[in-house]
C-alpha cells in the first residue's frame, strides 16, 4: 500500500517563502513520476510541477520560476520550494504519484493535502 504524507504548509507573507515536503512509502514503482498539485476554494485541482524518475520537470504556467522541484529517491521524499509567494498561490497542495502525474485523471497515488495560506 503507498502512502504519500505532506508536511511543511503554513501560513505565509506575500514575498515569503515556503518548503513542502512528501514522504512516499509502499510499493510504488521508483520509475514513476512524482508531482504536486493544489487546489484553491472553489477552483478546479491544477498542476503545480512535477519530475521524472531521471529529474526532467515540468510546471504549471502561474509558476514563473518561483517554485523548484526536486526528489530524493534514497530518502523517498519529494520536495517543493516555493518563492515569492503571491496571494493568489493559496490553496491545498497535494503530492501525487504517476503513472502520467501530468495527467489528473491518471494520477494514481494522492496525499491528504498539506494548506497554504499567503496573507499579510
Known amino acids: 500500500q503507498v502512502h504519500l504524507v505532506e508536511s511543511g504548509g503554513g501560513l505565509v507573507q506575500p514575498g515569503g517563502s515556503l518548503r513542502l515536503s512528501c514522504a512516499v512509502s509502499?510499493?510504488?514503482?521508483?520509475?514513476?513520476?512524482m508531482g504536486w498539485y493544489r487546489q484553491a476554494p472553489g477552483k478546479q485541482r491544477e498542476l503545480v510541477a512535477a519530475?521524472?524518475?531521471?529529474?526532467?520537470?515540468t510546471y504549471g504556467d502561474f509558476v514563473k520560476d518561483r517554485f523548484t522541484i526536486s526528489r530524493d529517491s534514497a530518502q523517498n521524499t519529494v520536495l517543493l520550494q516555493m518563492n515569492t509567494l503571491e496571494v493568489e498561490d493559496t490553496a491545498v497542495y497535494y503530492c501525487?504519484?504517476?503513472?502520467?502525474?501530468?495527467?489528473?485523471?491518471?494520477?494514481?497515488?494522492w496525499g491528504q493535502g498539506t494548506e497554504v495560506t499567503v496573507s499579510s
Open positions: 509502499g510499493s510504488i514503482s521508483s520509475s514513476w513520476p
Open positions: 501525487a504519484g504517476g503513472p502520467i502525474v501530468t495527467h489528473l485523471p491518471s494520477v494514481r497515488y
Open positions: 519530475i521524472t524518475s531521471s529529474g526532467s520537470t
